[in-house]
């Protein structure tokens, strides 16, 4: 097909249209700019847990994902070379006329090169480890060329001596014994994952997988193997003896407490959810007659439906009541009955939520959120989103993932990755990831370990669980 062809029936104006434009470097980037342009300081942030110091800054440190982005610190002039090239091209957005030499340049007291030019030397006489000094800009432009270019580093006593008497930082206090093994402490504690497992649920019956327990008997068996193949935590929704799922306090007590006769080191979960049909009294009272060590705290109101995947077609539908007075409510009586709230995050809606009535100050930290993904009314897994949700949780937090389905292995993956923790078990699918029913939540516990391992993260014990999520044991 010609082009005359297809333009034939189109009008066409020929001439140029303008595109103006602000671009925006992101709250890291803008701050490590404006320094460079209004205090002729070069900015990087340092990792608490690792120590690693990045230039330019970021949000996450590359090692451990701990969240970064508060951590600045101030670094000196000069450097090394850790490599270069020279650009023989010439382009109209190029810095510099070629040739020039454009050289990753490590500061002093960074662990992470950046890109700048390089002056002052002819390019065959450049070397890796060669010392070098930045040069500020004369007149600000309001990016990285506030730097003007890299120079060979004088060797002078005036130039050694004075980025120490401009940063003019007091002398750090020698760290004691126990600061220097609590340091120590948190970097092992930032290596472990917690694994739950999620043993029934509200929904998933005998007649999906039969390992699906509803007596307490069976709760407490299954949890009991849940513990042996690796897992710290049980999230429990009881039963009658038919299945279904049931807000009587005794039948909820008698459920925790085989639990923990059979295996008493194991954290019991309890949702706050309790099923479908549920009323808000319902749902919090069996949580204080009962206090476990931690319940479900629910952040939103929402479509909670079961749906044909492939088709659309809808099966049932339910709309999850979650007000914020239930938000609100829901969290102190948790908080004032010493039971450790695990906050439900379906969507970034939710998140926003919490965040909002948090301001009242009842929750206690440290705070800890588990990201659902793949129920028929939240978000599908996906990456990206799930690491939005990461970067806006509270400096601190604790994050676990579970998934629906075939969102569950994925999910817990990628959170295994991204330094949280992970959940579980036949509540959220019935399978393992070959296809085949799961036996038992048990054995998706022995996958999830599995992904730990190649994940380099080792898996936390019930107690360490504990102290990384701020529990009290009972």
């Not at 650009?87 to 662990?111: E, N, Q, S, T």
């Given at each position: 097909m010609s082009l005359d062809f297809d333009r034939k029936d189109c009008f066409v104006v020929d001439g140029k249209l303008?595109?103006?434009?602000?671009?925006?470097?992101?709250?890291?980037?803008?701050?490590?700019?404006?320094?460079?342009?209004?205090?002729?300081?070069?900015?990087?942030?340092?990792?608490?847990?690792c120590n690693k110091v990045y230039v330019p800054p970021r949000q996450t440190c590359e090692v451990d994902m701990t969240d970064i982005r508060e951590n600045w610190v101030e670094l000196r002039n000069t450097g090394e070379v850790t490599n270069f090239t020279v650009?023989?091209?010439?382009?109209?957005?190029?810095?510099?006329?070629?040739?020039?030499?454009?050289?990753?340049?490590?500061?002093?007291?960074?662990?992470s090169p950046f890109a700048h030019i390089l002056e002052g030397i002819a390019p065959e006489e450049v070397k890796p480890g060669m010392r070098v000094e930045a040069v500020f800009a004369k007149a600000t432009t309001s990016t990285i060329l506030d730097i003007d270019h890299f120079e060979?580093?004088?060797?002078?006593?005036?130039?050694?001596?004075?980025?120490?008497?401009?940063?003019?930082?007091?002398?750090?206090?020698?760290?004691?014994k126990e600061e220097m093994e609590q340091d120590e402490r948190r970097k092992a504690m930032s290596k472990k994952v917690i694994i739950t497992a999620a043993l029934a649920g509200a929904a998933t019956m005998k007649n999906q997988n039969p390992a699906v327990p509803y007596t307490p008997q069976e709760f407490a068996e299954d949890a009991y193997k849940c513990w042996k193949a690796g897992a710290a935590m049980v999230h429990v929704h009881a039963r009658e003896d038919g299945g279904m799922a049931t807000h009587d306090h005794k039948r909820i007590k008698d459920t925790h407490d085989a639990i923990k006769e059979k295996c008493p080191d194991l954290i019991v979960n309890m949702s706050s959810a309790v099923g479908m049909g549920k009323t808000a009294e319902q749902r919090i009272s069996q949580i204080i007659h009962v206090k476990p060590e931690m319940a479900s705290l629910n952040?939103?109101?929402?479509?909670?439906?079961?749906?044909?995947?492939?088709?659309?077609?809808?099966?049932i539908?339910?709309?999850?009541?979650?007000?914020?007075?239930?938000?609100?409510?829901f969290g102190k009586a948790m908080e004032e009955a010493g039971v450790k709230p695990e906050m439900e995050l379906y969507d970034m809606g939710g998140l926003d939520n919490?965040?909002?009535?948090?301001?009242?100050?009842f929750f206690t930290k440290p705070y800890n959120f588990n990201f659902v993904w793949g129920v028929a009314g939240g978000q599908a897994f996906r990456p990206d989103a799930f690491m939005t949700m990461k970067h806006a949780l509270p400096e601190g937090a604790n994050f676990t993932t579970c998934g629906v389905g075939t969102d569950?292995?994925?999910?817990?993956?990628?959170?295994?990755?991204?330094?949280?923790?992970?959940?579980?078990?036949?509540?959220?699918?019935?399978?393992?990831?070959?296809?085949?029913?799961?036996?038992?939540?048990?054995?998706?516990?022995?996958?999830?370990?599995?992904?730990?391992?190649?994940?380099?993260?080792?898996?936390?014990?019930?107690?360490?669980?504990?102290?990384?999520?701020?529990?009290?044991?009972?």
């Open positions: 303008a595109l103006p434009y602000t671009y925006f470097a992101g709250r890291m980037g803008s701050k490590f700019i404006t320094t460079l342009r209004d205090e002729k300081k070069i900015m990087g942030v340092k990792c608490p847990v650009i023989r091209y010439d382009d109209k957005h190029l810095p510099r006329k070629a040739p020039f030499i454009l050289a990753l340049i490590k500061l002093d007291g960074a662990d060979p580093a004088r060797v002078s006593k005036v130039q050694v001596s004075e980025p120490a008497e401009r940063t003019q930082a007091p002398a750090a206090a020698p760290r004691s952040t939103n109101t929402m479509n909670f439906s079961l749906v044909d995947r492939k088709s659309g077609k809808v099966f539908d339910f709309v999850f009541e979650n007000t914020f007075t239930m938000l609100q409510d919490w965040l909002l009535i948090s301001k009242q100050g569950q292995f994925p999910a817990i993956t990628m959170s295994s990755l991204a330094g949280g923790h992970m959940r579980v078990g036949l509540e959220d699918n019935i399978r393992i990831p070959t296809g085949e029913l799961a036996k038992g939540s048990y054995e998706q516990v022995e996958w999830a370990v599995k992904i730990a391992e190649i994940a380099g993260r080792e898996v936390a014990t019930p107690d360490e669980a504990r102290e990384i999520m701020g529990l009290r044991k009972k």
